[in-house]
């Protein structure tokens, strides 16, 4: 996600800038940048990489004034370059424009501004903001605004400076985060309320839908069809720490509840009209699709458990041969990859080494390689031969969660994509599934409201020494996942397997207490696993399942039952993996572990 940060007042902006970007940091990113607004001009500085590069810059070609806006991205559209940097202008260099979310309409709105004459200079889908107000504009830069984003949709914090308007900074809000600051005779504008902190404590977060003129005397705020807005400030009485947090104790927390909106930009633009999805890094074409003998899948950790997931849909949905193995078996075991073979390489930090061997590995067997990964221009985005981002944006927390979430969905939209090209996925069950991917934002938010049933049950199995996770298929996959979660940040030994396993040796260790959590979503399989749930409650076992809300037996059969809402068969992993995710997060804050920082674990295992 980016930062954003803006000035209007009496000191110089740069300083405030930069400071307030600073703050914004944790939240990742890959380049940098400022705009002044000084002496009927707009002044940009900006580069890739870090803020420090940043500051040299500034100190070798200072730019004075005290009206600026700053930025920090987490790119989404084109590479970490200092050209895809923001800020963006138009070709006069009149308008400057920041912006945080994805600008869904991209590409026609691209076509449309070059069929006009414009010249684009960066890959971003931001500089079109800047060429749309330009063109928009008549004299009044907040009607230019309001104009340029009625024809651009998506998800967006968007703050414009203009040449001519050097009194005003205008901003508008819709999904991507924006709050006010109110200082004494200054005024600010940031993405998170961290970066405010220092310069005041009175804030006014921008809703969905409206536009905020800032000017030294003050805010005002209308909504994007017209009118003014009021709205009374908030005092935060947040330590920075916990601002950073979003005012969650803790940033996995925090990510966890973020997995709505991450979802809802991972499908942002992809899912268009009747057509297939739409992926824009991915170019692999019906001759390739069609010809296509096997797909592997390889990851480690919880992305190999999301490749578990992409193995029964691929095979299950597109009839294709699929394998999913750990990357650090994959890499050893002279797997026989052919010339022709897909690898899907998934890493959230696209920087895990054993999944870059494994890739490598692929490849040099003449397989094309696609990446699933969470960071734009990681080593596993640039070496792959096609990629497909997740977008879920920077994950902080050792244990992932809206990543993982990201990748199932990544997966489903690759799964599609193949069908279409492949001709073998009818068009109304393809319409389905793209029905059903839309509303997943919604039912996970309708899971994440009603967390009070996950933590009683943490508070019951806390103290447990052992706890098991069984499923079949696609509930396997998911019961591998919460497994992994509840391992790695409460300690508590933990194991997942196929429902079928356990009565060929686990069910030993099955006695009177032992939680054995169920994942239960899979019609075709749904007796079967209940003669699993069976043999445990016959030992004694504390039976906790995972089930659809208007699941009718359930109810009678385990102690206790995470519900979630229905969806298709096809897509309960990203819904079934949201208790277990709040399961492990509880039972860990019962047995007050350091969350986000798990022991002996890294974010990325960068090394073999
Ligand atoms: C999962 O919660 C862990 N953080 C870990 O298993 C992680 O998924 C694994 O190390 C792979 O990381 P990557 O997705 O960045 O490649």
């Known amino acids: 996600m980016c930062g954003i940060m803006g000035y209007i007042g009496e000191r110089a902006a740069i300083p405030v800038l930069l400071d307030g970007l600073s703050r914004l940091e944790y939240r990742g990113y890959d380049s940098a940048g400022v705009a002044v607004a000084h002496d009927g001009t707009v002044h940009v500085r900006k580069a890739a990489g870090k803020l420090s590069r940043l500051r040299e810059i500034l100190e070798r070609d200072p730019v004075p004034g005290n009206v600026g806006i700053g930025h920090t991205r987490w790119a989404t559209h084109g590479q970490p370059t200092d050209t895809n940097a923001h800020p963006h202008t138009d070709e006069s260099g009149r308008f400057v424009v920041i912006h945080n979310g994805i600008i869904e309409n991209f590409l026609p709105l691209r076509e449309e501004l070059a069929s006009r004459g414009h010249r684009l200079s960066s890959d971003t889908d931001t500089e079109l903001l800047a060429h749309l107000i330009e063109e928009e504009y008549r004299g009044d830069l907040v009607e230019a605004t309001r104009r340029a984003v009625r024809r651009a949709s998506g998800a967006y914090a968007l703050v414009v400076l203009c040449a001519q308007e050097p009194h005003r900074i205008v901003a508008v809000r819709m999904i991507s985060p924006l709050v006010v600051g109110f200082g004494q005779g200054e005024m600010l504008l940031a993405s998170d309320i961290p970066a405010l902190l220092p310069y005041t404590r009175d804030v006014l977060v921008v809703n969905d839908g409206e536009l905020v003129v800032l000017t030294r005397e003050g805010v005002q705020l209308e909504s994007l069809e017209g009118g003014t807005v009021s709205r009374s400030r908030m005092h935060v009485t947040w330590t ?188 109304d069950r393809a319409r389905q599934l793209v029905e059903e991917l839309a509303v997943l934002p919604r039912k996970v938010q309708e899971i994440l409201n009603h967390p009070a049933p996950v933590e009683a049950l943490a508070r019951e199995v806390a103290d447990s020494e052992h706890v098991y996770f069984i499923g079949r298929g696609l509930d396997y996959a998911v019961a591998m996942e919460g497994s992994l979660k509840l391992k790695e940040i409460s300690y508590v030994h933990s194991e997942a397997m196929p429902a079928g396993e356990l009565k060929h040796g686990t069910l030993a260790l099955v006695t009177p ?77 019962e047995r007050g572990h350091d969350i986000d920082q798990p022991r002996n674990l890294a974010k990325s295992v960068t090394v073999e």
Not at 557 to 585: E, F, G, N, W
Request: glycine share 8%; net charge neutral; with cysteine.
């Open 240 to 427: 920075a720490e916990q601002a950073e947090r979003g005012g969650f104790p803790h940033f996995m927390l925090k990510e966890i509840y973020e997995q709505p909106r991450a979802l809802q930009e991972t499908l942002m633009g992809r899912l268009d009209g009747d057509g297939p999805v739409v992926l824009e890094d991915v170019h692999l074409d019906a001759a390739f699709a069609r010809a296509l003998n096997k797909i592997w899948i390889t990851g480690c950790g919880t992305a190999y458990h999301a490749g578990l997931v992409g193995r029964y849909l691929f095979e299950r949905v597109l009839h294709l041969p699929t394998e999913a193995d750990y990357a650090h078996e994959l890499r050893y075991r002279d797997p026989l990859v052919r010339a022709g073979d897909l690898v899907v390489a998934i890493s959230q930090s696209g920087e895990t080494a054993d999944t870059l061997a494994a890739a490598r590995l692929c490849r040099s067997r003449g397989a094309r390689v696609l990446a699933v990964t969470n960071v734009v221009g990681s080593t596993l985005s640039r070496e792959a031969d096609d990629v497909l981002y997740t977008r879920a944006g920077p994950e902080i927390a050792v244990a992932s969660t809206k990543a993982y979430l990201t990748m199932l969905v990544g997966q489903v939209l690759l799964m599609l994509y193949l069908g279409s090209l492949r001709g073998n996925l009818r068009a």
């Open 513 to 589: 207490g032992t939680p054995v959590v169920v994942v239960l979503t899979q019609a075709h399989v749904y007796e079967k696993t209940v003669s699993g749930l069976q043999e445990v409650k016959a030992r004694g076992a504390r039976v906790v399942a995972v089930a659809y809300e208007d699941d009718p037996e359930i109810g009678k059969l385990a102690d206790r039952v995470l519900r979630i809402p229905r969806t298709d068969d096809l897509l309960s992993p990203v819904l079934a993996a949201v208790p277990l995710q709040l399961l492990a997060y509880w039972v860990a804050r």
